[in-house]
């Protein structure tokens, strides 16, 4: 049974590109949840999906950051015209239904 | 105040050793309560979950709780060098066991010096 999977692993983007991160979770598992984590800071949560809906985007910046799960293919978190302060780690996690929750390996985002 | 609280450390203890973990949380109507372990560059390892008062044990790991002072700590038995990492301490705000969303301290980091 694979585990999270994220892709890509690195990401590099200019100032003003897009930056589109993949989160597969693991199977049978249909809550996803996005983290991200800062240099030198701790992991903060951003949303969280269910198949088609998303349950709780409270922690998502209100401009630029989108973020789906659809019926069919990965979660995707999209952040539109990158600024150097979006670089970070973004990490996806999933759970079966309870709240334990394993992580992906994380995309690392740099913006030039 | 943050809604949970770590010390940062670096906490440093001989191999072999006992390390102690500790961390405190705002809500009292927090449910769940987790330990990371992250090594540098790495995701999250979950390593210990506890949701009732009193200790739980899994191998060299004893995760303690008392929701009376709003209180979780991890203890580690005979240290090894691999344990070196940040242990992050997760707590979720929102109780119920089916939300999810989970508050993370700063993360203590842990040094095993052989």
């Known amino acids: 049974n694979a585990g999270v999977m994220q892709n890509p692993r690195h990401l590099v983007r200019r100032r003003g590109q897009e930056a589109r991160l993949r989160c597969s979770p693991m199977?049978?598992?249909?809550?996803v949840y996005w983290y991200r984590q800062l240099p030198e800071e701790g992991l903060k949560f951003m949303v969280y999906?269910?198949?088609?809906?998303?349950?709780?985007e409270s922690g998502m910046p209100k401009e630029r950051f989108s973020a789906e799960f659809p019926k069919e293919g990965p979660s995707i978190l999209r952040i539109q015209q990158v600024v150097r302060g979006d670089s970070a780690a973004y990490f996806c996690?999933?759970?079966?239904?309870?709240?334990?929750?394993?992580f992906g390996a994380g995309t690392r985002l740099s913006v030039l | 105040q943050k809604e949970v609280e770590q010390n940062s450390g670096p906490l440093s203890v001989p191999e072999g050793a006992i390390a102690s973990l500790n961390c405190t949380y705002s809500?009292?109507?927090?449910?769940?309560f987790f330990w990371y372990r992250q090594y540098s560059g790495k995701s999250p390892e979950l390593i210990m979950f506890?949701?009732?008062?009193g200790d739980k044990e899994d191998g060299r790991f004893t995760a303690q709780l008392n929701k009376a002072s709003q209180y979780v700590s991890l203890l580690i038995r005979d240290s090894q060098p691999s344990d070196s990492a940040t242990y992050l301490c997760?707590?979720?705000?929102?109780?119920?066991?089916?939300?999810?969303?989970?508050?993370f301290g700063q993360g203590t980091i842990l040094t095993v010096h052989p």
């Open positions: 997760a707590v979720n705000i929102e109780g119920g066991t089916s939300y999810g969303k989970l508050t």
């Open positions: 999906l269910q198949k088609e809906n998303i349950i709780d």
């Open positions: 809500d009292q109507g927090s449910q769940s």
């Open positions: 199977k049978g598992h249909s809550h």
């Open positions: 996690a999933s759970s079966p239904n309870t709240n334990i929750q394993y």
């Open positions: 506890i949701y009732s008062n």
